[in-house]
């Protein structure tokens, strides 16, 4: 069984998508549909930066999920098609486009819609995230359950979760959490407190556009961020988009789950590694074969072989 895997915030880099722009009429297509429907020379941004510009929220996320999509339809028009898929937050976006439950157009409006919500939230209510390296995601939970404004955002590995809230809140944690016994307490470059109740503002609005969207069938399972479990069911998909952007990513039990159900091929549809990265510390001593598919040569080699 095969397993398509959409990366998140904070894979992207600049140059990103610039060889699939040149070498395939489907990147071309979207790439400037993208650019019309945002009003914005995403594009542009994406192959030139400047990464100043880039790690912006407003083109950040919208640029990942281009590239991912287009990647996803390369592959599925040389006849490659997973078993299931799911995607690291924004990423699950992009997992619902690959299974038919969402065309381009209405997966990248909710993407533009979104991080522009977040970006209000994050001026807002400043707040940042750090990820613990040597704890599990329930002593995590444990530990913080006292600290204002700290919840677990992003149960990443075994070993790895990461926390998010208030600037304040987030350094009294790692504090506490470094002589609890946390291996590395490391604060991630993030403009706020994704996945926390600081973005509640941009998940009430967030799920107003949502029920206004159509979703289609499931061609295969996504698994999702909020429950790490597979759906099928439209109405289910929408409440859980809607929840997901306050509430942590379950990416160690979702690639669990797909292990435990019979995948035995992972791809990671997009830019960057980072999703091959935590595949491998979460699935030690297992033979899997993994790997991306960013660029044009990615694909030019996927689409030659068996994926």
Known sequence: MKAFLFPGQASQYVGMGKDLYNEFDIARAYFDRADEILQLNLKEICFDGPETELVKTKYTQPAIYVHSV????????AGFRPDMAAGHSLGEYSALVSASVLDFESGLR?????????????????????AIIGLTLERVGELINGIDGVVPANYNSPDQVAISGTLEGVDRACRMLKEAGAARTVKLAVGGAYHSPLMAHAG?????????????GFDFPVIANVTG???????????LLKQQITSPVLWYPTLKYMSEHGVEQFREIGPGKVLQGLLKRSLKGRTFVSGGIDTAEDVKTAIGVTV
């Not at 287009?70 to 028009?77: H, R």
């Not at 009430?204 to 289609?216: K, Q, R, Y």
């Open 70 to 77: 287009i990647n996803d339809f390369l592959l599925k028009d």
């Open 110 to 130: 909710a993407v533009a819609l979104r991080s522009r919500l977040m970006q209000e939230c994050c001026n807002n209510n400043p707040g940042t995230m750090a």
């Open 204 to 216: 009430e609005h967030l799920a107003e556009f949502l029920d206004s969207l159509e979703f289609g």
């Open 229 to 239: 479990q597979p759906v099928k069911d439209q109405k289910e998909m929408k409440k």
